[in-house]
């Protein structure tokens, strides 16, 4: 009997999940707020949106899509756990135990910015006329 079928890996809870999301938010809020700081000064007291500003705020929501990806990417990469997942007890990987590579952690942002679309595209199409 190997160790692997001795101790498989469980899936963890949908309560530990959530929880690791909420805990994430704080981090990536505030890594957004600092992202956010290099574009005031071309505000001038407008909101950031695109009837205000026009292509800037294209720009902008590129660079917090890519702070979000690369805050998931770093640390999915390089142990496997984000900062929220650290007090759960949680961490990605593959089945046999090695983190994820660069390409497969780049396809889970994609999927995640593919499930978050049709909030973007309601919020385009309800307030961004």
């Known amino acids: 009997m190997s160790a ?7 899936p963890a809870g949908v309560f ?3 929880a690791a999301v909420c805990y994430d938010c704080l981090p990536v809020l505030a890594i957004t707020v600092v992202a956010t700081f290099p574009f005031v000064p071309f505000l001038h007291g407008r909101v950031l949106v695109p009837r205000e500003v026009g ?4 720009l902008y929501w590129l660079v917090q ?8 990417l770093f640390f999915w990469t390089r142990n496997g756990q984000t900062i929220g997942m650290l007090p759960w ?10 983190l994820l590579d660069r390409r497969t952690a780049i396809l889970r942002v994609l999927v ?11 919020y385009w ?3 961004g006329h």
């Open 4 to 10: 692997d079928s001795a101790n498989p890996l469980k």
């Open 16 to 18: 530990r999940r959530i």
């Open 55 to 58: 292509a800037l705020a294209y």
């Open 65 to 72: 899509l890519l702070v979000v990806g690369g805050f998931f």
């Open 89 to 98: 007890r949680l961490r990605l990987q593959r089945t046999d135990g090695s």
């Open 112 to 122: 995640l910015c593919g499930l978050w679309a049709p909030f973007f595209v309601g």
């Open 125 to 127: 199409l309800i307030w």
